[in-house]
């Protein structure tokens, strides 16, 4: 089958799983027995930030599980508010704290916040982390092709990853391009498109029809074909099995085509341009 991995290796020689678990929004005990029931169900990825207000819930979750600390990898992201480089460590320090580990395995900048300019000290501070063992993959999220050259062009160290929206209204082919260009894993936050997932859209329901699945499984195999590491959230333990359910069917090239032909011009869930968008 096309793109049947289970894992990526990531341009510093790190392994993700394919799929990823989106921890936001859970919080409290509800948010920890959610987590705890994806990693039971077999995801080996969560992604957080520290805006998520739930770090100490993700950490509390790996713990409960009873996992072996390697077998799970924990990515965090550094705020707007923290950009400055000095501000930017001790996020990062901050966030091992509230997880309670000794390290953390992805470490990501939120938003590029554009504005403030700061933000190739924030990606300064997080190849810093790097050396110094405090972070082991350092990426960003939802940054544009222009501030993913910057960071490069100040430090000579491309991200591993970059976090961007992606679902079939918005299928981001441009953007997914430049990150095969530079050797950037692409990986998508709202996967499923939230409340306008397209669900009942023909191309979905005909493809989900035409291989037994969900329309939900038809769109993250989409994403898996198209390389695509997508971070669905879901606090229902079967939900969760079904998301990881991706590798018993492949869909054609024409239902890919027909799925990515499903992208709007206004395809973004809320006014996200990473070139206006300011989040701290």
């Known amino acids: 089958m096309a793109n049947d991995t289970t894992a990526y290796t990531l341009n510093d020689g790190t392994v993700v799983p394919a799929i990823g678990f989106g921890t936001y929004p859970l919080r409290g005990d509800d948010g920890v027995i959610a987590m705890v029931a994806a990693l ?8 957080t930030a520290v805006n998520y207000e739930n770090e100490v819930e993700v950490g509390e979750a790996v713990r409960r599980s009873g996992l072996p600390r390697d077998d799970v990898r924990i990515a965090t992201k550094i705020p707007g508010r923290f950009h400055a480089k000095p501000l930017a460590l001790q996020s990062l320090r901050d966030s091992v704290e509230r997880l309670r580990l000794d390290r953390l395995d992805v470490a990501l900048i939120h938003w590029p916040n554009p504005s403030q300019g700061l933000f ?7 190849v810093e982390a790097q ?4 972070v082991t993959t350092v990426g960003v999220s939802n940054f544009t092709e222009d501030h993913l050259r910057q960071v490069i062009e100040a430090t000579g160290v491309t991200p591993a990853l970059n976090q961007i929206e992606l679902h079939p209204y918005f299928p981001q082919e441009k953007m997914r391009a430049v990150h095969d260009e530079l050797g950037i894993r692409t990986q998508a936050w709202s996967p499923l498109g939230k409340r306008q997932a397209p669900f009942d859209e023909p191309p979905v329901a005909r493809a989900a029809a035409a291989h037994h699945v969900s329309p ?29 359910d991706l590798f018993g ?4 090239e024409d239902e890919m085509a027909a799925v990515t032909a499903l992208g709007r011009p206004d395809g973004r869930l809320f006014g996200g341009d990473p070139d206006t968008h300011e989040e701290m």
């Open 40 to 47: 039971d169900n077999g995801y080996r990825y969560l992604d």
């Open 249 to 252: 069917f492949e869909l054609s």
């Open 216 to 244: 939900g499984q038809v769109i993250l195999r989409w994403h898996l074909q198209l390389g695509s590491m997508p971070l669905p959230k879901s606090a229902t333990p079967q939900r969760q099995q079904t998301n990881l």
């Open 131 to 134: 050396r110094e063992g405090l």
């Open 120 to 126: 190739t000290e924030a990606w300064e501070a997080l």
